[in-house]
């Protein structure tokens, strides 16, 4: 019998993020207008977004950081599959362990992974002297798209705050704040959210149709359908996800 697959392995999804292909690509086509030679993605995940770029700047060579090693497994595969092992290098470990300077900076929602008491403003005050002078950072990240109300707090994570995040505004503003000028703003739609949270939860969800008996079965359960309530209950319509290209 196998075992339940770990909630957010994320095999049915192309990224870790409400981020559709279309939009990928825009935003892809829009980094590479730049010509990076160099490309670091800090939390990278398996890399896709990494990897669109590195195919569309041939002449780029990207690092991608990642705690979680089968996510860079899969994206050492993947980058097999496309013909780019020899332009990049997944490495496991901390992000804040591996600051490099590179002249496209990827953290796509990765704040979290700077520090023991991350913060959107310190993550994005160490992120600035990465990039080189004239480079772009591709910074994408949570915000409120309005006050939530306290039962909606109450729904989300435990510790969830009003202040936790800020609204759109104010997190152009940190970045402003943190020495970067904002060249373009877009936020992930309805349509992507529901795209990416069903996909977080997908391989859980299709184990247990398959097996509803298995002794793991209760806990993974109780699992997503916790994560589900976050969402559904907490969350939904009032977490936004901004895609901001700085310079």
């Not at 196998?2 to 892809?28: C, I, Q």
């Not at 829009?30 to 590195?54: I, M």
Request: proline share 6%.
């Amino acid at each position: 019998m196998t075992n339940p697959p770990s909630l957010g392995t994320g095999s049915k999804l192309d990224f870790h993020a409400p981020l559709s292909a279309e939009r990928a690509d825009r935003l892809t086509t829009g980094l590479a207008a730049a010509e990076p030679s160099t490309v670091l993605d800090l939390g990278c995940g398996w890399g896709r977004l990494l990897l669109r770029v590195l195919a569309a700047v041939p002449e780029a060579r990207g690092t991608g950081v990642d705690v979680y090693g089968p996510d860079l497994v899969r994206g050492r595969a993947d980058a097999a599959a496309r013909g780019l092992s020899d332009r990049v290098t997944f490495v496991e470990g901390p992000a804040e362990e591996h600051l490099g300077t590179a002249d496209l900076v990827l953290s796509v929602g990765a704040w979290h992974a700077f520090g023991d008491s991350p913060s959107i403003p310190h993550t994005l005050r160490t992120l600035r002297p990465l990039v080189n002078p004239g480079g772009r950072l591709l910074f994408a990240a949570e915000f409120w798209e309005r006050t939530p109300t306290d039962k909606e707090l109450a729904g989300m994570w435990p510790g969830t705050s009003a202040d936790t995040y800020t609204d759109l505004a104010g997190l152009v503003d940190q970045a402003v704040a943190a020495g970067f000028r904002p060249l373009r703003i877009e936020t992930a739609g309805k349509g992507e959210w529901e795209e990416f949270e069903s996909g977080f939860t997908a391989d859980v969800e299709e184990w247990l149709v398959a097996n509803p008996d298995h002794p793991g079965a209760e806990a993974a359960r109780a699992e997503v359908d916790q994560h589900r309530s976050y969402w559904l209950r907490g969350y939904r319509d009032v977490w936004g996800f901004a895609f901001l290209t700085l310079g």
